[in-house]
């Protein structure tokens, strides 16, 4: 299971149905065998990070039962350099920290009033044009890089707070806090579903939300095309009716994005990832905590413009 986040897609987090899709273990007693797939396996050691010696892989594995390690005793686990919750966690608040302060320094220092709103916006959209490579850049990276990630939550940070003002300022009054209410309603909803079995993310999961993205995504560009060249709103995807009903579904996405984005974090812990890895788990729920907010900030806009 692949997250949409290509900081994901190639770091080898991804289990289905709770077993490891790529990394099967070697049964009890059998010869420790490295597969291509686990971007942590080298040579026959298995994982390096559970510490494995030569021969019985699961000798010093701190997630084997003792039955496992053919009636040795149990043994401390050895978390020193492993990626943990608490490092997620820490990482993920200190990126959007990042965002959210330069969205408020966006917010206060760039006005969206009659005589400065064109040079306020053009700065929003310059900030989010190096946001996007900023992403890129890091995305296709095969280490995370601290600076460009929270340089990437600067520059989005920005952009978010200049297009938040013109919405709460302009289009309905109140909207940004609206927007941030629902993002973190999203979050907590996904995040308990998940925890409690309630979503099952599994490669079916997996190719549905894949595939809905990419349609929607397509006629998102379809649509800008149609408004650059041919003016107005393009096909009418982001206004009236037909806008709302998009905005809800992206809002849907975002929350199945949430969901594959908890199941990497997860695989992550359990394959002992190292301690560098929480900074694409920050990474990824940024990307997707942003893709959410938009889209009900436009949802919210695109409601109150109706009135």
Known sequence: ??????????RGFSRDNGYAGF?????????????????????????????????????QNPYAQPDQQFGAPPQAPATTGRMTMDDVVIRTGSTLGVLVVTAALAWALLPVDDAN???????????ALIGMVLALVQSFKRKPTPALILSYAAFEGVFLGVVSS???????????????????AVFAGVLIAYKAGWIR???????????????????????????????????????????????????????????????????????GAP???????????????????LEFLRLIAILNSND
């Open 201 to 271: 993310v599994n490669r079916r999961f997996y190719g549905f939300v894949m595939a809905a993205a990419l349609g929607f995504v397509f006629l998102m560009m379809v649509n800008l095309l149609f408004a650059v060249f041919g003016g107005g709103d393009g096909l009418g995807f982001r206004s009236g009716a037909l806008g709302v009903v998009f905005g809800i579904v992206g809002i849907i996405l975002g929350a199945c994005f949430l969901a594959l984005d908890f199941k990497q974090v997860e695989d992550g812990l359990a394959y």
């Open 23 to 59: 990394n099967a273990a070697p049964q009890a007693g059998g010869p420790a065998v490295a597969t291509q797939a686990n971007p942590y396996a080298q040579g026959t050691q298995g994982n390096p990070y559970a510490q494995q010696p030569a021969g019985n892989p699961y000798a």
């Open 117 to 127: 709103i064109s040079r306020s916006y053009g700065i929003g959209i310059g900030a």
């Open 1 to 10: 299971m692949r997250s949409r986040n290509p900081v994901f897609s190639r």
């Open 275 to 293: 301690r560098e890895e929480a900074w694409f788990a920050a990474f990824g729920l940024t990307l997707t905590l942003v893709w959410i907010y």
């Open 166 to 184: 013109v919405v709460d300022n302009r289009i309905a009054d109140g909207a940004a806090m609206q927007a941030v209410i629902g993002t973190m």
